[in-house]
């Protein structure tokens, strides 16, 4: 009499990368249509935002919306002010509690985890219970342009700053098999071949974040007539937080390696590029298309 071989215990890891993160759509899609649906989802910023989609069931109609937004919409979210961060957030996710993600975390359709930063400790927090939206807006708040929140008495910032792709929160939750995805793998390879070119797109390429820079730089001193340019002010943050994400997630992910890396490449899009999700999308299709003989070897998928 044969024995029944128990399937291992698969983990999808969703990490940050602001609008890169609707790469995220395609790979989900990609890896349902072979045949593989994860027993665990963690997530970290808009990891943690289309995870909590697809852990509630609502990745298909979350699709549809993500596909519709234009430049106008982003700015219809936009709750402007300059006192811990550009956005408060509550708009947006406000429009999720009504649209989407309505759920405590403990109650989705399949268990999902995500990761926030303490703000006054550095200390990497992992959210596994209260409201789906609550727990989405602390991983998301990315200093500089979410304000901080406060979440079971601590103040809050995205989980980006110190676990971008959580694997660790995925075997915590006890993942046996570990699919990661990592969007950022090539974006400081951009700003390299970028850096000797003055007129190169920045990472905020979108016309309404170029005005809002504009805005911005009117904050400032006038440099000198003669002076070197210098990129804007949401560039120089922007390519910070990449520079740090990347490397934080090598040195993790080197000490705790998933099974599978999917690494979409996404380097010409930018950090606020929202309105972009079809080639975001297009390009997560086609890197989980890419994995999916690794995912035969290692029998999580059947042989085409």
């Not at 963690?42 to 430049?71: D, H, M, P, Q």
């Not at 700015?75 to 406000?94: I, P, T």
């Not at 990129?231 to 000490?255: H, K």
């Amino acid at each position: 009499m044969g024995t029944h071989q128990r399937k291992p215990r698969l983990g999808l890891v969703l990490g940050s990368g602001s609008a890169r993160g609707w790469a995220h759509i395609g790979i989900i899609q990609t890896l349902e249509q072979a045949g593989l649906r994860p027993d665990i989802i963690c997530g970290t910023s808009i990891g943690a935002l289309v995870g909590a989609a697809y852990a509630v069931g609502e990745i298909n109609r979350f699709e549809k919306w993500v596909l519709g937004l234009r430049i106008k919409d982003i700015v219809s979210f936009m709750d402007l002010h300059l006192n811990g961060g550009m956005l408060k957030g509550e708009r947006l996710m406000a429009f999720f509690r009504d649209n989407f993600i309505d759920s405590p975390v403990e109650a989705l359709n399949i268990p999902f985890g995500a990761v926030a930063t303490a703000l006054h400790t550095g200390n990497e927090v992992w959210l596994r219970t209260g409201s789906a939206v609550g727990v989405v807006r602390a991983s998301i708040a990315l200093p500089g342009l979410f304000s901080p929140v406060w979440h079971d008495g601590q103040l809050l910032v995205d989980g980006g700053l110190v676990n971008p792709v959580p694997v660790s929160l995925a075997r915590a939750m006890g993942a046996e098999v570990i699919i990661a995805v990592d969007l950022n793998s090539d974006i400081l390879s951009r700003h390299l071949n970028h850096n000797e070119q003055e007129d190169a797109p920045g990472p905020i390429s979108s016309a309404w974040m170029r005005r809002l820079q504009q805005n911005l730089n009117t904050l400032l001193p006038e440099p000198p007539p003669d002076a070197q340019r210098l990129p804007s002010v949401l560039d120089v943050v922007a390519t910070s937080l990449n520079i740090m994400q990347v490397r934080i997630t090598r040195s993790r992910m080197a000490g705790d390696p998933p099974d599978i890396v999917i690494s979409p490449r996404l380097a010409h899009l930018g950090l606020l590029d929202f309105h972009r999700a079809q080639a975001a999308i297009d390009e997560g299709r086609r890197a989980a298309t890419a994995s999916l003989p690794q995912l035969v070897e290692l029998g999580l998928i059947p042989q085409p």
